[in-house]
C-alpha cells in the first residue's frame, strides 16, 4: 500500500498520511480548516515490514484503508522535572 505523507504548515510536526495523492476530500472539513495549508513530503511504500519513525505501520495502513488517511500529532514533550536524574536532593 502506498502513502503519500504532508507536512501542516499551520500545525508544527504534524502529518497527514492520504491513501491517494492531493485527495484532501477524504479529511472532514473541520480537520482541514485546523491544519491549513497541507506540503507534500514523501511518497512511501508501506508494507508488511516497514518500520516507520513515529507511527506503527500497520495502525497506518487501517486508517488508509478504512478511512483514506491517518493524522500524526506531535510527539509529546514529557516534563523533565519528573525524570528521576540520580541525586538524592
Known amino acids: ?3 503519500f505523507v ?21 479529511l472532514p472539513e473541520a480537520l ?3 491544519l491549513g495549508t497541507l506540503q507534500f513530503v514523501l511518497e512511501v511504500l508501506l508494507t508488511p ?9 500497520q495502525v497506518v495502513r487501517n ?4 478511512r483514506g488517511f491517518h493524522l500524526q500529532f506531535p ?3 514529557a516534563d ?4 528521576d536524574w540520580g541525586t538524592d536532593a
Do not use: C, G, H, I
Open 1 to 3: 500500500m502506498r502513502a
Open 6 to 26: 504532508y507536512k501542516s504548515l499551520k500545525k508544527a510536526d504534524t502529518y497527514v498520511y492520504l491513501a491517494e495523492r492531493d485527495a484532501f476530500t477524504q
Open 32 to 34: 482541514q480548516a485546523q
Open 49 to 57: 515490514e516497514r518500520k516507520l519513525a513515529r507511527e506503527d505501520a
Open 63 to 66: 486508517n488508509l484503508a478504512a
Open 75 to 77: 510527539p509529546t514533550v
Open 80 to 83: 523533565p522535572m519528573t525524570d
